[in-house]
């Protein structure tokens, strides 16, 4: 297989056995993003200089080392919500379209330290505020299945770059379907860690509560194997799990035999295309068929679960982006003539809208007189969904349903219907709220639609778009996650499916077997 | 005290206190960067995290939670099992974050209470309890700088992110001279457990009163408040609560009603000043530091920290009164001094050795007297504190002996002490090298009464003959005879003696 649609593991034995070196690698790759990146809008920044003058180092210890990290030499590119220092960070927001932080998130701490080269920065919805990547100041990212379609979001940019083979894995973060639901509208794999599991510490926070820090990439090996490095108790991030961090990658599945894995009713919800609900179905099969036992389970609170989202989201993020006041950083307005316009007019000028209405919801939430009635109960409430979640998790192992209602919609489409996103968010919020890891795996392909509503509108001839099947785990429950989707993936090949528009002409350059 | 607020006036002050009382530890409240309030550069003690950088994350500091415990503690509080952070919300080029990292309802230290001695009937003193509503930790600003002429302002971080325990007490507080007792109380306490060096003049300790006055026969509390703010001193803390009382009860008494306003002490005007604050209601928008876990003191944790508080300073005077018979306000004054104390006690412990048994207790008088006395005059006049002096309370409690044991004057032991204090160095050396030795010697003193007592005959008869100052005149030529160094008590009784 060509190196744009390689695994990591693929990749690894490559540089390893020297067949290929970490500068071929990720030249390869930063070709690729030059060829296809106008195309797609994946990167809102490339590290050209910077990866190369890695992936040197990279190759000088491949050649000193007989054993290197998996992921020395591999080329990854990060969402542009993570900080990396002395790299431009925008979150994809005019308030930061300048910043270049003095320091590295740990996450990006630990891949450094792996020696892997990163590419460049991915685009996001601004401030990771939405599930289509539509509002990035920058422009919006294109799915490279059909580029007239949304990838999703808020992290579509790194779902798209992996998608069209411009990384082979890209940092990605989560706070209500971020992670899963980009995956599945490309067709590749992502991992949505339990909270506390993955360091945030600078990661640009939205919703600190939910926050989780996680990656997508072209399989769920590759997931485990990242999961390996990000994890753990972090000093700089008191809300991460001291938990001991398992060889996820050492351990995967082949056969469920002895898994019970639970299909909730409420998930299987109307307005979910026929397609998606057939593939989804398809791939329980799939389960079974490796030995897993199917369980009809109910969660019947599952519905409040995007009411709590509703409160609580935007009451952290009011918070969480008070500090872009343009006394410190990022951008200040020219034109203030006193304390109180350089507060209003740079953010009038620096957030864009859907920031705008966050930030004025979460103010109206948190106000004294009605954050009794707002956050409070939507804390108590999110209590009781942990708590649903829970006793579920002493009947099954994991969960299975979609990771979207539908396949990726038209660019606009989204905006004009309310609804998109409120079926998607009854299938990713609920687990968010709760803390859980869940992945996306490619599980087929449906009609494409031309709205956004989810088979009200007629299907487009010919134009078939990527399915995700969504496993959820208990807390903590990162390894049965895993295994379920690895071994799906070991009788499947959706995720090794190539958008033709970007499956290279010319293979990879260097010396081949 | 104006004439109208005498007690039988019947305007009765109601006056509760904030204050804010940094906390020493090495770093500040939840990053790396150095906690050190006596950085003058600008900037210096920052990291990306007191400074608000993106994607940045606090972590409490376990310092600084214990300090706030034990503070609470020694406060009499109830500590509960659970305490949080919050964030409350607000906007100043100070604030990195657009919030502060406080504590709404849940403070770690919550209903205690602090007995003080305050001034009694008869010039004698009573004991009255001012109840603390509560204590609880969040972080500093930063400063704001207003370069004069400049169209810019600047923002000093050093500041930002350092940790404060903010006490509040109950309104139980009825002068100026009961807020100044209790400040200076709390400050003592906060030193003596080495949790910060509350220093109101270096803005280590900042103490914002809310001021009210009752009218004669009310028994509720008013209706309205006074909060006052820019008091950098015990002298301003005092002044500025005389004054407000005088203008409220002021206004009280032509029949008006005081508004609830925010005043400025303006020490130049002796006055305070409404402070030019807008007044709309404030919401802070508190929710609870989802970036923080919930902190979780274990019984263990808590009898731990109680097991590590010191003597306080209330116990402390207990003692040295039981112990040593110190009077009153060289008691006060000793503990008032919390190296001095710990100065002298070590003296004290020297002493005993010294005089190898149970100490007299006129050791212990002396001990304090010259701590109190030349001493502090010494140290004062040196700016420095008893630890830091070359002066070891070894070589201290020498001096006391020699004195006491009459080797050396009480006039020669000032010189020796401030020679000590210079160059440091056993008394007894010293007293040697200066020659300052006192001469106790019956005989050798004796051979110069007698010379003296042969060339003075006129002296002699006139003492005889009932003029008591010609024995003035004789002792002085005697101690000019002994070079200064005579025993005076031996002088006069061999004197005495000899004029029979
Ligand atoms: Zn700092």
Redesign the interface.
């Known amino acids: 297989m060509d190196a744009s649609f390689s695994e990591i593991s693929e990749l690894h034995e490559k540089l390893k056995n020297k067949e290929i070196s970490s500068v071929e690698l990720t030249e390869y790759f930063l070709q690729r993003i030059k060829k296809h990146n106008p195309q797609i809008n994946a990167y809102l920044t490339v590290t050209e200089d910077a990866a190369l003058e890695e992936a040197k180092e990279a190759d000088k210890i491949i050649a000193r080392r007989g054993k290197i990290s998996v992921f020395t030499g591999i080329p990854f590119g990060i969402k542009d919500l993570f900080c990396t220092k002395g790299i431009r960070t925008t979150a994809s927001s005019k308030i930061l379209e300048n910043y270049v932080p003095p320091f590295d998130a740990t996450s990006v701490q630990k891949m450094r330290a792996e020696n892997a080269i990163i590419l460049g920065k991915t685009n996001l919805d601004e401030f990771a505020h939405g599930s289509s990547t539509e509002t990035s100041a920058f422009g919006e990212s294109k799915n490279p299945w059909d580029t007239s379609r949304i990838p999703g979001g808020s992290s579509g940019g790194s779902a798209a770059a992996v998608a069209a083979g411009l990384a082979p894995l890209a940092l990605a973060t989560e706070t209500g379907g971020s992670i899963r639901q980009p995956s599945s509208l490309c067709g590749v794999s992502g991992w949505k860690p339990t909270y506390g599991r993955v360091s945030r510490y600078g990661v640009i926070s939205m919703t600190s509560s939910n926050d989780s820090i996680g990656a997508i990439g072209r399989s769920v090996r590759d997931l485990a194997l990242t999961a390996e490095v990000m994890s753990g108790r972090d000093e700089k991030d008191a809300t991460t799990g001291n938990r001991e961090v398992p060889q996820y990658s050492a351990n995967l599945r082949t056969n469920l035999k002895g898994m019970k894995i639970g299909v909730p009713a409420e998930y299987f919800i109307d307005g979910m295309e026929d397609d998606v609900k057939k593939r989804v179905l398809d791939a329980i099969e799939e389960l079974r068929k490796l030995g897993a036992e199917i369980i009809d389970v109910s969660l019947p609170l599952t519905k409040y679960g995007s009411l709590v989202y509703a409160i609580v989201t935007p009451s952290e993020i009011s918070s969480n982006l008070s500090r872009f006041d343009g006394i410190r950083y990022g951008h200040q307005a020219k034109d203030a003539r006193d304390l109180a316009e350089i507060y209003s007019k740079t953010r009038a000028q620096g957030f864009g809208d859907e920031a705008k209405r966050r930030i004025m919801t979460g103010t109206y939430a948190l106000s004294a007189g009605y954050y009794e009635a707002y956050y409070l109960k939507a804390q108590k409430v999110r209590r009781l969904l942990v708590d649903e979640f829970n006793n579920v998790f002493e009947k099954v192992d994991c969960l299975v349903c979609a990771s979207s209602p539908n396949v990726a919609p038209k660019i606009g489409a989204a905006k004009d219907n309310p609804l998109f996103g409120y079926i998607a968010d009854q299938l990713n919020i609920p687990a968010a709220m709760a803390g859980l890891p869940a992945l996306s795996v490619p599980c087929g392909f449906g009609a494409a639609r031309d709205g956004a509503d989810g088979g009200a509108s007629s299907s487009v001839a010919g134009v078939q778009m990527p399915v995700g099947l969504q496993i959820i785990g208990p807390q903590w429950g990162e390894q049965k996650i895993f295994d379920a989707g690895h071994a799906y993936q070991t009788v499947t090949d959706w995720h090794k499916k190539m958008p033709p528009d970007f499956v290279p002409a010319s293979p990879l350059p260097g010396k081949r077997k | 005290m104006a004439e109208n607020l005498k007690p039988s006036s019947g305007y009765a002050p109601v006056i509760g206190l904030e204050i804010h009382v940094q906390l020493k530890t090495k770093s500040k409240m939840f990053c790396d960067s150095p906690n050190n309030p006596d950085e003058t550069a600008p900037n210096k003690n920052i990291c ?1 995290i007191c ?10 500091n376990r310092e600084a939670v214990r300090l706030a415990v034990i503070v609470g503690q020694a406060l009499n509080c109830r500590i509960e099992e659970y305490s949080k952070f919050d ?1 409350k ?1 607000y ?1 100043y ?1 100070d604030l ?4 502060q990292i406080s504590q709404y309802d849940r403070p770690i230290a919550q209903n205690g209470y602090l007995d003080i001695e305050v001034p009694g009937e008869n010039g004698g003193s009573a004991s009255k309890r001012i109840r603390i509503r509560r204590a609880h930790l969040e972080e500093d600003a930063g400063k704001n700088i207003h370069p004069e002429g400049a169209d810019y302002s600047l ?1 000093d971080f050093n500041r930002a992110g350092t940790p404060l325990l903010e006490i509040v007490t109950e309104p139980d507080i009825a002068s100026a001279k009961e807020a100044k007792i209790f400040l200076q109380e709390l400050r003592n306490i906060i030193r003596y457990i080495g949790a910060g060096s509350a220093d109101m003049e270096k803005g280590t300790m900042r103490l914002e009163p809310n001021i009210s006055v009752r009218k004669p026969g009310q028994l509720e509390l008013p209706a309205y408040k006074v909060e006052v703010k820019n008091i950098n001193s015990f002298r301003f803390a005092e002044s500025a609560i005389e004054y407000e009382i005088a203008r409220q009860a002021e206004i009280l008494k032509e029949g008006g009603m005081p508004k609830q306003v925010t005043m400025g002490w303006n020490e130049k005007a002796g006055q305070t000043m409404e402070q030019r604050e807008k007044e709309e209601a404030n ?1 802070y ?3 609870p530091e ?4 919930i902190l979780h003191f274990s019984k263990e944790y808590l009898e731990e920290a109680l097991a590590s508080i010191p003597e306080l300073p209330a116990q402390k005077r207990a003692r040295f009164k039981r112990e040593y018979g110190l009077p009153d306000a060289d008691i006060r004054n000793l503990t008032e001094w919390k190296e001095l104390t710990e100065f002298f006690e070590e003296a004290i412990s020297e002493l005993d050795e010294l005089a190898g048994k149970a100490l007299p207790l006129k050791f212990a008088k002396m001990a304090a007297n010259w701590c109190l006395q030349d001493f502090s005059a010494l140290l004062n006049a040196a700016k420095i504190n008893p630890l830091e002096s070359k002066v070891t309370p070894h070589n201290f409690a020498e001096l006391i002996k020699l004195i006491e044991q009459s080797k050396i004057s009480a006039t020669a032991g000032k010189q020796v002490l401030a020679k000590m204090f210079e160059l440091g160095g056993e008394p007894s050396r010293i007293m040697e090298d200066l020659g300052l030795a006192q001469v106790s010697d019956a005989a050798v003193i004796e051979q110069a009464i007698n010379k003296v007592v042969s060339e003075n005959a006129k002296a002699v008869a006139d003492y005889k003959a009932g003029l008591q100052k010609s024995f003035g005149f004789l002792v002085g030529m005697a101690m000019k005879e002994l070079k200064g160094k005579g025993n005076p008590q031996v002088v006069n009784d061999l004197l005495k003696k000899k004029l029979e």
């Open positions: 990306e400074t608000g950088q993106p994607g940045t994350l606090p972590v409490a964030r919300n906007f080029p990195p974050k657009g919030y923002v919401d928008r508190y929710f989802p970036d923080l876990p």
